[in-house]
């Protein structure tokens, strides 16, 4: 090879290497953003939903991110050689699929010791015995259950327990439903506090899932279906004046706010009852919708898509009246936009306003700051860049630092297996028997 083709090489491996170590960086910030959940207070669904909004990247190669960022948190020595250059962020994302404290120095050595595709390969059959490993002798037919559980804090949490064959295929129902309503996240500020977790994706998915089973084959249909009964001054009261006796209340004996029931009636079926002072039924009215078939129909034509700034939600979204009809607004166009279900609750309980103008509606957050669809460019270059750049310089970084070690010999695939299961059921014996 010629000499300027030979330093060609160099030179893109060693900028390679810089990237990676820039890689380690990046998840180290993406960590502390995620754990302080500045995704949440920007209004996202998701870290992932976030990065996908404010970095470009798409929605599965944000969710790896952040996986990975989580990971090497637990996986100290694998993250230094990542920040160091030395490995490569495709076999750091392929070990943190497997990796445990007692086989990450194995798998260390062993992803120096082989290309990405065999390292790939490594971690995948090892996933394999690792799944094995954890599969009970005994039956477990009698472990199969879902379970509905009230929290202290009012969310409900849903659990199922199944083989494996019926989980594997209730999650890719769930993965298709939350792909379906996945959106790209706005900027915005919601005061409440982050999860531990986000887990707004599959979360919606199932929503999504129960939804088109309520609808059965009419999409057109009403997003509301569960019977909730709803005093009328509950929907005229302000948040501040709201008291148990106008919350709205469900069959199990479950309660919402007041805001939540007038968002809940925004887009449903609405049944008048009039009852004497004991709460005795005298007269009921007969079901009609707060936005008409047709209304409903020419507001999807219009909008498409949820249109909280920054989101292309356009599965189960729901009809919001600007001014609630319940308080004399009209059930029109100019009064109506299409919202999601997670962005609804934006504009009832988190403080947020919509106004339609003459180009479309136009939203603002609890500081009254227009919420707008693409980031505003930074004025100026912030110092961090600068910090950045010096950390580039310091490390000693060439041609040389991440390239592979293997040697052209056929890799022993299992006897990479069997040490990786030796050193964990090792680990696992000296938990047990700390004596």
């Known amino acids: 090879m010629k000499p300027e083709l030979v ?3 160099d030179r893109i491996a060693e900028q390679a290497f810089h990237l990676d170590a820039a890689m380690f ?16 207070q920007a209004g996202a669904r998701s870290c992932a939903h976030w990065l996908s ?10 969710r790896e991110h952040v ?11 694998l993250g230094a050689e990542l920040e160091r250059g030395a490995l490569s962020y495709s076999k750091i994302r392929a070990i943190t699929r497997v990796a445990t404290p007692a086989t990450e120095d194995c798998l260390i050595l062993f ?8 390292l790939e390969k490594i971690c995948r059959q090892y996933r394999t015995v690792q799944r094995l490993a954890r599969k009970g002798a005994g039956g477990d037919r009698g472990r199969r259950m879902v379970a509905r559980r009230d929290l202290d804090d009012g969310m409900v949490r849903i659990e199922a327990v199944l083989h494996p064959e019926e989980a594997a295929v209730v999650w890719a129902a769930l993965e298709r439903s939350a ?11 919601p005061p409440a506090a982050p999860p531990a977790a986000p887990t707004f994706d599959r979360a919606d998915g199932l929503v999504a899932m129960a939804q088109a089973v309520v609808r059965g084959d009419r999409p057109d249909r009403s997003p509301i279906e569960v019977v909730m009964t709803v005093p009328q001054a509950a929907l005229t009261v302000t948040a501040e004046a709201e008291s148990i006796d106008q919350l709205g209340s469900f069959g199990d004996g479950g309660h919402v706010s007041a805001e939540a029931a007038r968002r809940l009636c925004c887009d449903a079926g609405v049944v008048e009852v009039t009852e004497d002072a004991m709460g005795r039924p005298l007269s009921v009215g007969r079901k009609t919708r ?9 507001l999807l034509h219009r909008d498409q898509t949820c249109r909280f700034p920054g989101c292309t939600n356009r599965l189960y979204v729901e009809g919001h009246h600007i001014e609630h009809w319940a308080q004399g607004g009209e059930t029109c166009l100019e009064n109506l936009v299409t919202l999601c279900s997670y962005h609804h609750v934006f504009l009832h309980e988190h403080g947020y ?3 339609m103008r003459a180009d479309g509606p136009v939203f603002f957050n609890p500081h009254g700051l227009v919420v707008r669809d693409v980031p505003l460019p930074p004025r100026r270059a912030h110092l961090a860049w600068e910090l950045i750049r010096e950390e580039n310089r310091e490390l000693d970084i060439g041609p040389q630092t991440g390239q592979c070690q293997w040697d052209g010999w056929p890799v022993d695939y299992g006897l990479v297996q069997r040490d990786l299961y030796h050193l964990d059921t090792r680990a696992m014996r000296d938990v047990s028997s700390p004596g």
């Open 7 to 9: 330093a060609l090489g």
């Open 353 to 355: 306003r919509v106004e």
């Open 179 to 189: 792909k379906d309503v996945s959106v790209e996240a706005p900027v915005a500020t």
């Open 290 to 298: 707060t936005i008409p078939p047709a209304i409903k129909r020419a």
């Open 111 to 118: 992803a120096h010791k082989t290309t990405a595709a065999q």
């Open 25 to 40: 960086r990046l998840l180290r910030d993406l960590r502390a953003f995620d754990a302080a959940g500045g995704w949440h």
């Open 53 to 62: 909004w404010r970095v470009g990247w798409d929605l599965a190669t944000a």
């Open 67 to 77: 996986r990975v960022a989580r990971r090497l948190e637990e996986l100290p020595t």
